[in-house]
């Protein structure tokens, strides 16, 4: 079955240090990998995808990604983590059909 | 620009009555759109998605429904609403299958069935 894990369920790091959101995805083919941040009370937001090409991308707010194929991971960072960045971080894998497939969500808390 | 519109902000419903969440899109021309809940802030659960007007396909079988009656106009429905209704409702649009930027969101109804 298709499948996408984010094996943590809360992320805690201070201000200013990197941070690292897991994903890991279960898929036949090329799959289009994306991640999405939701504040509180509001929608999924777009940070940033992946189609081809190279294997780190990079997105909004400083937010980037890097695809591992050998590992079927596509790990979100960022050099300097901000309390703004305090959200919840979706991973989606999308395989060119109708639908996608969601990770469960990370909490991400960047503490002053 | 592409917009989209959801509405109402926040719902509270008794138990037994009925339910029209609407969300339009606007700046694009037929997306496919697609009925997200989300329960206790945390995963996304795909309710419908649809890909013309009048087409709707339907992911769980449950207490609701949903309408295109035009092609930006998204509806979600119940005739009678159940306790376990209460969530976070979320739709967004693609403009197709292969769209490569992803879902657009809407910001969301948080309705409580009380």
């Known amino acids: 079955a298709q499948s996408v894990a984010q094996p943590e369920d809360q992320v805690n790091v201070a201000e200013g240090n990197p941070l690292t959101v897991k994903c890991t995805y279960s898929?036949?083919?090329?799959?289009?990998l994306f991640w999405y941040v939701q504040y509180p009370n509001r929608g999924l937001q777009f940070l940033l995808k992946?189609?081809?090409?190279?294997?780190l991308v990079k997105g909004s707010y400083g937010f980037e990604a890097e695809f591992n194929k050998s590992q079927t991971s596509f790990h979100l960072k960022k050099p300097s983590a901000l309390v703004s960045d305090s959200a919840l971080y979706f991973c989606?894998?999308?395989?060119?059909?109708?639908?996608?497939?969601f990770g469960a969500g990370t909490r991400l808390f960047v503490k002053a | 620009s592409q917009t989209i519109h959801q509405w109402p902000a926040t719902l509270v419903q008794p138990v037994g009555s009925p339910l029209s969440l609407e969300c339009t899109v606007e700046?694009?021309?037929?997306?496919?759109l697609y009925w997200y809940r989300q329960a206790a802030g945390r995963g996304l659960q795909l309710l419908f998605y649809?890909?013309?007007?009048?087409?709707i396909s339907s992911e769980v079988p449950q207490n609701l429904s949903a309408s295109r009656p035009q092609d930006r106009q998204f509806i979600l429905s119940s005739k009678k609403l159940l306790l376990s209704d209460s969530g976070f409702y979320l739709c967004?649009?693609?403009?197709?299958?292969?769209?490569?930027?992803?879902?657009?969101f809407g910001s969301g109804t948080r309705l409580t069935v009380v």
């Open positions: 967004a649009w693609k403009l197709s299958t292969t769209e490569k930027r992803g879902y657009t």
């Open positions: 898929v036949s083919g090329n799959p289009y």
């Open positions: 992946y189609i081809t090409g190279d294997n």
């Open positions: 989606a894998v999308e395989t060119g059909g109708f639908k996608t497939i």
């Open positions: 700046g694009t021309s037929n997306p496919n």
């Open positions: 649809s890909v013309g007007i009048g087409q």
